[in-house]
């Protein structure tokens, strides 16, 4: 008996455990021309409802006009002020007092980050990094704060090596002298690893082994699934074998029971020519399926059911940061607080959820083969048995008259009358479901909520419709989708591998 209480109380101690919820903070970041007032910053978070920031800094004035409005907040030690904070607890303690007990309780700081991505960004005050963490966990312990706010230091995923499989991911053995006793810091402390996440410089630097899809968290079907080979788990998206990566490497540093926390993670809406993947269409979608995502507390393959709270990065597109264009078009809002784009979010709470639509639809992929999309777009039309009349010369889905706009129209039409199965928005992978809605003029896709919010209705599959040929169906289902799915798991092994 003693000894199966002692296996229990084991077993308890050495899994990742989350007592809380998972939330979605944003960062805000503050590099823009015409930063908005810290009054008017809030004023969009509550808005927005947005309950959890982490800002860059310990801005005074930021951190008042977050006084009293129940946002949880995050304060950071900038890496300017790092080797300081490291190399003297006093200075710790100053900082501590200045910026953290004088606004506590009002402020509800509930986590300081030290330093962002310390291990890549700054390498040569890695050595402090320990020792600041614990000089200002000891001086938050000598206000009896630290129970209530949490110390950890976000880093940068570039640090975890082979990260794909996920079970074969491990941290660069040059930092372990950092990481274990930063872990166990972590550890002692019950606080989380923060991790930078970027499922868009992962999908970029892939040079097309990556689906996009795979990084937007898009239905897969399952037979296209990434399939950790080791341990079996599947995996939809980039995010959680990103996330499970970091938990692997973890275990091989003997430490199983310290959470992740993602300090930042999102997609660009905008771009250079370099960087085409980077629009509102892909931002939107990465950013409203990953805030989905967490807030469904579905956790990862590795962790099912743990949270994995994540801060979108971010707020605000700065316009003063350096590099690509990409780099100043992270942000959900402009200066001005209007929307870069309307994140499509009905069903998953209240946070950021400003549309009325919850829609989805089916389209033909940009750059599909259009002799695929042609057979595709017969087969929808014939044995689909979808109703292509719209698409007649003269009728409103006629222009523009190419195979890709018909083959749109077919494809969202067919999806309806499936009642949205994820399964049925494929025809062989020329298709994806996306959340914009494809509607134009007067021709009005199945799916779309028009402008007086009233749903249009999908005329049900007609079955005495002409031409049934279930000979084409056969084609479609059988012979090319297997070609596909070798296709697919060649790549994922050449990835794996
Ligand atoms: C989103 O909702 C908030 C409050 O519900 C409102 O103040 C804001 O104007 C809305 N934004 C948009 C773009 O509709
Ligand atoms: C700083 O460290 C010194 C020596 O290690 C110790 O005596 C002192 O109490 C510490 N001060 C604080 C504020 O923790
Ligand atoms: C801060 O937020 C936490 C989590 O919601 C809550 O438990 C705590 O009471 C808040 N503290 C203050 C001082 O408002
Ligand atoms: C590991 O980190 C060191 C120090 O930053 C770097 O020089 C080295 O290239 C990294 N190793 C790999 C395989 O990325
Ligand atoms: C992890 O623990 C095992 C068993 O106690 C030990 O053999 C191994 O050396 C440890 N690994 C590290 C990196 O500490
Ligand atoms: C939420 O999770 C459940 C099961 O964990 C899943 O069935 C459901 O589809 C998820 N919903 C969304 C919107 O992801
Ligand atoms: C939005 O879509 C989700 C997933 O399809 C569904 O669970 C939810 O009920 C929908 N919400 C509304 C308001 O239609
Ligand atoms: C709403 O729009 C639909 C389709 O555009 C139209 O059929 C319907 O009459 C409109 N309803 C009202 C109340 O305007
Ligand atoms: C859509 O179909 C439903 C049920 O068949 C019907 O009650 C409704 O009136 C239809 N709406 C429109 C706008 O045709
Ligand atoms: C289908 O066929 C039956 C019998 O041939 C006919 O009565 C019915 O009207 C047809 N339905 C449609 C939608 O064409």
Redesign the pocket.
Known sequence: MAVLILLLLLSAASAVSADEDAFIGVNIGTDLSDMPHPTQVVALLKAQQIRHVRLYNADRAMLLALANTGIQVMVSVPNEQLLGIGQSNSTAANWVSHNVVAHYPATNITIISVGSEVLTAIPNAATVLVNALKFIHSALVASNLDRQIKVSTPLSSSIILDSFPPSQAFFNHTWNPVLVPMFNFLQSTGSFFMLNVYPYYEYMQSNGVIPLDYALFKPLPPNKEAVDANTLLHYSNVFDAMVDAAYFAMAFLNFTNIPVMVTESGWPSKGDSNEPDATVENANAYNSNLIRHVLNKTGTPKHPGIAVSTYIYELYNEDMKLGPVSEKNWGLFDANGSPIYILHLTGSGMVLANDTSNQTYCTARDGADSKMLQAALDWACGPGKVDCSPLLQGKPCYEPDNVLAHATYAFDTYYHQMGKDSGSCDFNGVAAITTTDPSHGSCIFPGSVGKNG????ITAPSMNSTSSDSSGHSIYSSGLTSVLITVVVLIWSAVFL
């Open positions: 009233s749903l249009v209705n």
